[in-house]
Each structure stands twice: as structure tokens, then as C-alpha cells.
């Protein structure tokens, strides 16, 4: 697929990318919000919050965890790094930008029940999103190969999918056949992000954009054919059930605020938290979404109800891409 960005534009980009995406992930929250760490090797175990230390520290940066019951409890450290990272069923998927690369480019590990590195692949670009299917059995990523954020105009991301059992690799889903309002689309500034699977892998959901609109996609993985089922969704996340999705829904302004898709109807319904959010949104149980919101340089996990009322709680500062074991 043609973008629009390329040669020395395309190049100066990626430079900027790379040098703000270093400078957001130093993290360096107030010493204060420092938690005790736990000794020994980090292990998946269901019940366990894992996410990306920010905290200040020798730790910075690396895969940890707590207790989904006792968040505030010691965080488990683990020595491998991510930028991002989720886990379904004993795989996980863990996205960390190349050191010293220029252009970016993003390793992605698939890593086993024992957290080995059992598949590697280098991408072009920076980290962004991670997911896995809840059978464990695909892992996703998508990357930004130009710009550094979804609210600038002119970026750029690539999305890719890896089957554990198989060792298929499709590198990017550009090349998925795609039809709107019943008729094949087609447009040189297609980019996907945001995938997100059914709990038996036969079908996910993406985020499709193109000439300044989004699109929720449902692709049928089997058949690859996807088709638009609602507009202004971003970063998609299908719930437990599979009856609802979340995500990022555009205010006017160009922000985003969580909101919850009705699949059955098509009802839209915003969730407590009212603040600007820019994550893929991560189902904690069926009536919760645990999310990451910037602080400065640094950023803290949270989680709120999915409906209106509530109240968001703060669940792990110093802290940024949640994934639940």
C-alpha cells in the first residue's frame, strides 16, 4: 500500500518519532509513588496485573506485575524489557523499541508460559498496541512507521499478526479485502490499528482510517474479509462476552474519551472516566476497563466502570500498558 509520506519527509519523521517516543517512555514519576519490589523471577499467573515500570530505578522499563486484588502490593519484576505487552493463555507478546536504531524499528517477541522468547521478528517503526487472543493461539501489533501520535494528521501504522501453532506471519493487514457500506474500498492512505480477536480466533476487529475517518472493521480471519460495521472507533477492545466493544471515541476537539460500543444495537455509551484517553482500552472483567493516562513524562494505570457513573481508580502508578493474566 502507498502512503502519502515518503523520501526525506518520511525520514525526518521517523527521527521525530523516535526521539519523542524515547523521551515519553523514560517514564519518571514522583520518588514517592516507588513500591516495594518482590525477589525472584517473575511468573504468569492468573490473577496478576502486568504492565511497564516506569517507576525510577534500575527497574525502569521492564516487565512487572501485581496482584489484581492487592495492587499496591510488591511488584514482581521481571528482567525482560517491553514497551508493550499482553498475554492470553501462556503466550504473550512483548514489543520494545531496537536500541540504536535509526530509523525505529521494534522487536517483537512471542514468549512462551515461561516467558522464552520462542518467536522474534523486527518491524519497522515504533511500538504502540499488543494484544493476543483470548485462546492464546494469534498475536498482534501494530507499530507506527511514520508520525508519533493517532492525533497528528499524516501518520502512519503498520498492524501484523503471528499464529503460534502454525508459525504463519502476516506482517501487515493492508492487503485485507475490505468493503464499506457494501462496496469494495479502496484509497492509497488506508492504515489498521487496534486489533482485536473473538474468544476463538475466527474473527477480530480492527480499526480502519482513511480520508480523515475511522472505521470499525470485523474481519473474518478464516475467509480474510472484513467489512465497516460503525464509524468513529478506535483502538478497539471486544469484551469477555463479545457482545461489546471498547474504545477510543473522538470528541470534537480531536481528543478521545473510553466509550462502549453495543454490538447487538449499535449503542454508544461513555464510561465513567471523562479525561482525554489515548490507549487501547483493556477489559478487566465484564464491567471494568483498565486504561494508561499520561502524567507528565511518566503515566499510571487506571481502571473505571463502563457505564457513566462511577468512579475511575487509580491502580498502579508509575505504570503503562496493563494486560491481565
Keep these: ?71 499496591d502490593g510488591p511488584r514482581q519484576v521481571e528482567k525482560l524489557r517491553c514497551d508493550r505487552f499482553a498475554t492470553a ?29 520462542q518467536h522474534k521478528e523486527t518491524l ?4 504502540s498496541r499488543a494484544r493476543v487472543s ?6 498482534n501489533w501494530t507499530v507506527f512507521v511514520s508520525g508519533d501520535s493517532y492525533a497528528t494528521t499524516g501518520f502512519s501504522t503498520r498492524s501484523g499478526l503471528y499464529e503460534v501453532e502454525t508459525k504463519t506471519l502476516i506482517k501487515s493487514i493492508e492487503e485485507l479485502p475490505v468493503f464499506v457500506d457494501g462496496r469494495r474500498y479502496f484509497a492509497s ?3 489498521y490499528w487496534g486489533i482485536t480477536f473473538d474468544a476463538d480466533g475466527k474473527h477480530f476487529y480492527a480499526t480502519l482510517g482513511s480520508k480523515g475517518k475511522t472505521y470499525l472493521i470485523k474481519a473474518d480471519y478464516r475467509s480474510y474479509r472484513g467489512e465497516s460495521i460503525a464509524q468513529n472507533v478506535e483502538c478497539p477492545s471486544l469484551s469477555p462476552d463479545g457482545k461489546r466493544i471498547a474504545f477510543k471515541h473522538k470528541n470534537p476537539d480531536g481528543s478521545w474519551r473510553l466509550a462502549v460500543l453495543e454490538l447487538a444495537t449499535g449503542q454508544v455509551t461513555h464510561a465513567a472516566e471523562g479525561r482525554a484517553i489515548d490507549d487501547q482500552p483493556l477489559w478487566k472483567d465484564d464491567n471494568t476497563l483498565l486504561y494508561a493516562v499520561k502524567r507528565g513524562a511518566s503515566s499510571d494505570i487506571w481502571s473505571t466502570p463502563i457505564t457513566p457513573t462511577g468512579t475511575p481508580q487509580l491502580l498502579v502508578p508509575d505504570a503503562a500498558s496493563p494486560a491481565v493474566g
Design 1 to 71: 500500500m502507498k502512503k502519502f509520506l515518503a523520501g526525506a519527509v518520511g525520514m525526518i519523521l521517523l527521527l521525530g518519532a523516535a526521539a519523542l517516543y524515547v523521551v515519553q517512555s523514560r517514564g519518571g514519576g514522583p520518588a514517592d509513588n516507588a513500591r516495594p519490589v518482590a525477589a525472584g523471577h517473575l511468573e504468569l499467573a492468573k490473577g496478576n496485573l502486568y504492565f511497564r515500570n516506569l517507576a525510577k530505578g534500575p527497574d525502569q522499563g521492564k516487565l512487572s506485575a501485581v496482584s489484581v486484588a492487592d495492587p
Design 89 to 117: 493463555r501462556g503466550t504473550s507478546i512483548c514489543l520494545r523499541l531496537k536500541p540504536g536504531s535509526l530509523p525505529p524499528y521494534t522487536e517483537m517477541l512471542v514468549l512462551g508460559p515461561d516467558l522464552a522468547v
Design 124 to 127: 519497522p517503526g515504533t511500538p
Design 134 to 139: 483470548p485462546d492464546g493461539k494469534i498475536v
Design 189 to 191: 492512505d488506508v492504515n
